[in-house]
């Protein structure tokens, strides 16, 4: 409390201590908060490029029953893949085997996540990670 000219007044503001102590505080809710924010994130986008394989298999399915074939491009079987730099994962079909195929979903980002595969086939039978990196993100 200062006396100016016989009036108290009160200090108003923060003190440095009080400062770097809301600093400190935020720091350790940021470094706790973004790792969990990028893995519900990654698992987030590793769901939706399952949903999109498992509807290629499904329409691949439809493809065959009509033409007896597997087709081997997602838009020629009614099937709207999202672009790369949007969702980042690249889709592509196998269909090299006769009566088979295998979709396979690539993640297309660099770092801890590149090059995550999710794969189904015609069997509808999954394999790969969707729910995370690879590498421990």
Same mark, same amino acid.
């Given at each position: ?9 009160k200090?108003r503001? @923060?003190?440095l ?6 600093v400190?505080?935020?720091g350790?809710?940021?470094?706790v908060?973004?790792p ?8 987030a ?10 509807s290629?298999?499904? =329409?691949e ?5 009509? @033409? ?10 009614g099937v ?8 980042g !994962?690249a @889709?592509?079909?196998?269909?090299t085997?006769?009566? =088979?195929?295998?979709?396979?979903a690539?993640?297309?980002?660099? %770092? ?10 015609? =069997? ?5 990670? !969707?729910e %995370?990196?690879?590498? %421990?993100?």
């Amino acid at each position: 409390m200062l006396i100016k000219g016989g009036v108290c007044m009160k200090n108003r503001g @923060f003190t440095l201590v009080e400062l770097i102590a809301v600093v400190i505080i935020l720091g350790i809710l940021l470094a706790v908060g973004i790792p969990q924010y990028r893995r519900a994130i990654e698992r987030a986008r590793g769901a939706a490029a399952y949903s999109t394989l498992a509807s290629i298999q499904s =329409a691949e399915e439809v493809y065959r029953q009509e @033409f007896d074939i597997y087709h081997s491009t997602p838009a020629n079987i009614g099937v709207t893949v999202p672009p790369a730099a949007r969702s980042g !994962w690249a @889709f592509t079909i196998d269909n090299t085997v006769a009566n =088979a195929f295998t979709a396979t979903a690539t993640r297309a980002a660099t %770092g801890p996540c590149g090059g995550n595969l999710i794969t189904i086939d015609q =069997a509808g039978t999954v394999a790969g990670n !969707w729910e %995370g990196c690879v590498n %421990g993100l």
